[in-house]
């Protein structure tokens, strides 16, 4: 499988929602641990193309690109279910939330291995990860320890993956809420925390 051309697909957005994740009130784990935006805080936008869904933006964080176990996706038992830093993006019908597909944008440890962990579709099987996705980081940021009253610079990301690997591509014509969480692990997942915003999407004209 051929991974999507970024360009390509960003020339292609129909519709795009922007999310902002740097606020208490948006903590959903860890909330002794949060230390503010610089030390975990996300800016991007979602957007979704006839063919694909792109995600571009930055972020913040004072450990980036940690990631403990290969396999960072946890069962529903796990107190954390994404084990490593990440942004995890779910999208569900808004009349129907068991229908509902998960992605994650995986840097791997140390920016090492980008892919697109896929965590839940509606396909009869699924794939671990994206075979037609694509993850380009821009700017890495700041990867040493960090300085103590400095904050770091962002990290500017891109993405993107085939509708075709989530769902029927009818699915993403209906009345949807993305929620897009931040994972944020520094060393140990003692230390975690988990920001989340939600945002409901107009119906979008995808080509079938």
């Known amino acids: 499988v051929v991974p999507l051309d970024l360009e390509e697909i960003a020339s292609e957005v129909l519709e795009a929602y922007p999310f902002a994740l740097n606020q208490f ?40 690109f940690c990631q403990r176990s290969p396999h960072p996706a946890k069962p529903d038992w796990w107190k954390l279910s994404y084990g490593a830093d990440g942004i995890v993006i779910t999208i569900e019908d808004q009349t129907s939330p068991t229908q509902k597909v998960s992605f994650a944008l995986n840097w ?47 990290v500017h990301f891109r993405a993107g993956l085939p509708l075709t690997e989530l769902a029927d591509p009818q699915f993403f014509e209906r009345s949807l809420v993305i929620t897009v969480e931040l994972y944020d692990i520094d060393g140990d997942y003692v230390s975690a925390s988990v920001l989340r915003q939600s945002l409901k999407t107009k119906k979008a004209a995808v080509a079938p």
């Open 25 to 64: 009130n948006q903590l959903v784990f860890g909330l002794e641990n949060w230390q503010g935006p610089a030390d975990s805080s996300l800016r991007c936008s979602v957007s979704l193309t006839p063919t694909a869904l792109y995600v571009e933006g930055e972020f913040y964080d004072d450990f980036p």
């Open 108 to 154: 791997g440890a140390q920016a090492t291995q980008l892919k697109v962990d896929i965590l839940k579709s509606l396909l009869a099987t699924r794939p671990d990860f994206a075979r037609g996705g694509c993850i380009q980081l821009t700017d890495r940021g700041d990867q040493a320890q960090p300085t103590p009253n400095v904050v770091s610079r962002p």
